[in-house]
C-alpha cells in the first residue's frame, strides 16, 4: 500500500515536469514544424505513452502557427503509417476529417496547412497506439502582448476546465468463481484510467497499473478469496478520464482512492458445484450402503 502512494507522487511529479517542460514552448515561434515516425513502431508498441515511451510521432506534441505548414514524414524504414487526424478510444479510431496523410510509403511526406487555432489531435490507422497532437496557435504568438493573452486565456480555460471537472464514483463489488475472486467496477465516467491494487493479509494479490475501462464497467479477477477473517482489501487509484495513453488530456481527478473490503458471497458457478459436490457425496453413501459389510 505504502509503495502504491509513492508510485503515485512519482506520477503527479512526472505529470508537474512534463507540464512546466512545454510551458515555454508553447509561446514560441513556430511558423512550420516536421513530424517523424519513430523507427519500428509498425510492430512495437514501446514508444506509446500508454506503454511507458515518448510517443510514436516525435515530436508527440508539435506546436505551430496558423498558416504554418506541417511536415509529416514516415521516416520508420520497417513499414508504412499514415497521419491521420482524430483520435482513437482503444483500438476505436474516430477520424475527424481534418487532415488525412492515407498510407505514407517509408521516406514519404504529408504537408498539412491548419487554418484554425487549437489542438488537433492525430494517429496512424494502421497501428492505432500511434498519437500525436499539434497545437496550432494564432500567428505573432511570439509577440509579446500576444503571449501574455495567450496565457491568460490559457490560464482562463484551465480554470473552466477545473471548474467543470467531472466526479468520479467508483463502486466496488464482487463475486466468489471458484477459487478466484471476481471483482466488478461500477464507474460514473467512461474512459476511466485507474491503478488497481488488492491486498490479503498485507500480501499483495492483485496489482495492475494504467487500467483504462471504455464503458462503465470493468471487472477484474484476483487469484484469492475473501472470507471474514482473510478479506481482501480492494484499492482503486484513478489517474484521469480520457483516451489511454494521452494523459496530457485526461480530465478528471487524479489520485482519488475508492477502498473495498471484499469478503465475497459465493457466486453462481461456487454454488452449482457446491450442489454437485453434496450430490456425489450423498450418492457415494448411497452406494456405500448398498455394499455388504463383514
Ligand atoms: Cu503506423
Redesign the pocket.
Known amino acids: 500500500m505504502k509503495t502504491k502512494a509513492i508510485s503515485s507522487i512519482f506520477v503527479l511529479f512526472a505529470i508537474a515536469a512534463g507540464m512546466a517542460s512545454m510551458a515555454p514552448d508553447a509561446f514560441a515561434d513556430h511558423p512550420e514544424v516536421a513530424i517523424t515516425?519513430v523507427d519500428e513502431?509498425?510492430f512495437s508498441q514501446t514508444c506509446a505513452a500508454s506503454q511507458g515511451g515518448p510517443g510514436c510521432y516525435t515530436p508527440s506534441t508539435a506546436t505551430v502557427e496558423v498558416g504554418g505548414v506541417v511536415t509529416m514524414t514516415n521516416t520508420d524504414p520497417t513499414g508504412?503509417?499514415?497521419f491521420t487526424s482524430g483520435t482513437v478510444d482503444g483500438f476505436a479510431p474516430s477520424p475527424d476529417l481534418v487532415f488525412d496523410s492515407s498510407v505514407l510509403m517509408s521516406g514519404d511526406t504529408f504537408e498539412w496547412i491548419p487554418e484554425n487555432a487549437g489542438e488537433q489531435p492525430y494517429y496512424?490507422m494502421?497501428?492505432t497506439w500511434?498519437i500525436g497532437t499539434i497545437i496550432v496557435q494564432e500567428a505573432h504568438a511570439d509577440d509579446n502582448a500576444a503571449a501574455e493573452e495567450a496565457a491568460a486565456a490559457e490560464a482562463a480555460a484551465t480554470l473552466a476546465a477545473e471548474e467543470a471537472d467531472v466526479e468520479l464514483m467508483v463502486v466496488i463489488t464482487d463475486s466468489a468463481v471458484m477459487s478466484r475472486t471476481q471483482v466488478e467496477l461500477e464507474l460514473s465516467e467512461l474512459h476511466v484510467n485507474y491503478d488497481m491494487t488488492a491486498t490479503q493479509n498485507g500480501e499483495v494479490v492483485f496489482e495492475e497499473t494504467g487500467l483504462h475501462s471504455m464503458e462503465n464497467i470493468a471487472t477484474h479477477q484476483i487469484d484469492a478469496v475473501g472470507s471474514d477473517d482473510n478479506p481482501i482489501n480492494v484499492k482503486v487509484e484513478s489517474l484521469g478520464i480520457g483516451a489511454p495513453g494521452n494523459s496530457d488530456n485526461w480530465t478528471g481527478p487524479v489520485g482519488q482512492v475508492t477502498t473495498a473490503q471484499v469478503v465475497p458471497e459465493f457466486g453462481t458457478i461456487a454454488m452449482m458445484v457446491l450442489a454437485v459436490a453434496i450430490i456425489s457425496i450423498v450418492a457415494v453413501t448411497a452406494k456405500s450402503r448398498v455394499v455388504p459389510r463383514f
Do not use: G
Request: charged share 0%; aromatic share 0%.
Open positions: 515516425t513502431s509498425v508504412v503509417h499514415t496512424c494502421l497501428h500511434m
